[in-house]
């Protein structure tokens, strides 16, 4: 299902904050290996609440570029049982209508997560000291054929929802985001989405194809897997080839939000109204890079200049907090297109976020 991003070398702390120790050549005290996707033999790990629980090593006892090549340096884990929350890559860019790249996304992102620490200063949050996290290596796609991927994808995520793990998801374009919320409708109906970008990605089709990352929430409407009166679209913009590209959303009861209507101005208004809007009911985040101006975030297939900033991208997933955020994804990083590595390192924090707002996150 899943393809491990290697059993090498893997870095974990005791319960206490020490160090565990390195996976290579000697087992430091403490440390499980890694072993192979839903090994029947592989005892699951337990939740957050059992303790002791994963967390990213401090660099002030590891160095950074030391490691296996996880999110945050996470252990990576085999199996999505025992998890609380997991992140999860999907390595495809076969979707997209002009600049590719977005296949290397995942490990870009997770090469930039090394500058990332454990806790959230800002809201008060401690999510590895209040749910069980790992990384569980990368969806084994097809890169010859986008419908298997979509089985793929679909097939791997309704594995991990059915062990009550959520799923942050490195993408990937934007394809990838339809078989997943197929998998999170099997388990919680149709759902609540805070969709971030600058395209509404509602296109019927294109060159004939239905299936590409223009049209991924086009077909979730067409299967029911969304909660109309619960869709908001934050951050849309750019030249059209009508003077009303926005028609479909908002015939469908889709909020639009316009990026003219975010400029200059704090979106913490916004999303108050927003949290009313979703409700306590489950919701999925779904967070395109090229929401933000290429003035942040150049490494992306289909850039749209007068973007958000990265401070609002902080409000609007600040303010899911309280929300029943069921999953999230970030997609469209593409690294041939970001050579200082920035749009990656904006992807990594801004998925921190995400997994800092999760429900029974810990804040002080």
Partial sequence: MLRLLGAGCAWGLEAGGGVRGLLSGHLGHGVR????????????????????????PS?????????????????????????????????????????????FGPRRIREESVLLRTANPSTGALPFQSLMVADLGDVNVNLYNLQDSCRLIQEAYQRIIAAGCIPLTLGGD????????????????????????????????????KLYHGT?????????????????????????????????????????????????????????????????????????????????????????????????????????QGLNVVGCDLVEVSPPYDPSGNTALLAANLLFEMLCVLPKVTTV
């Fill in 33 to 56: 290996p890694a072993t192979a996707l839903f090994d029947p033999g592989h005892s699951p790990s337990r939740r957050a609440s059992d303790g002791p629980w994963n967390q990213p």
């Fill in 59 to 103: 660099s002030e006892f590891v160095a950074r570029p030391v490691g296996v090549c996880s999110m945050m340096r996470l252990p990576v884990q085999a199996s999505p049982e025992g998890l609380d929350a997991a992140f999860v890559g999907v390595p495809l860019d076969i979707g997209t209508s002009n600049r590719p790249g977005a296949r």
């Fill in 174 to 209: 934007h394809t990838i985001t339809y078989p997943i919320l197929q998998a999170m409708a099997k388990k919680h109906g149709p759902v609540g989405l805070l969709h971030v970008d600058a395209h509404t990605d509602t296109a019927d089709k294109a060159l004939g194809e």
């Fill in 216 to 320: 991924p929430f086009r077909r979730c409407m067409d299967e029911g897997l969304l909660d109309c009166k619960r869709v908001v679209q934050i951050g849309i913009r750019g030249s059209s080839m009508t003077l009303d590209p926005y028609t479909y959303s908002r015939s469908k009861g889709f909020r639009v939000v316009l990026a003219e209507d975010c400029w200059m101005k704090s979106l913490v208004p916004l999303m108050g109204e927003v949290r009313q809007q979703m409700g306590g009911k489950p919701m999925y985040i779904s967070f395109d890079i090229d929401s933000l101006d290429p003035a942040y975030a150049p490494g992306t297939g289909t850039p749209e200049i007068a973007g958000l900033t990265p401070s609002q991208a902080l409000e609007i997933i600040r303010g899911c």
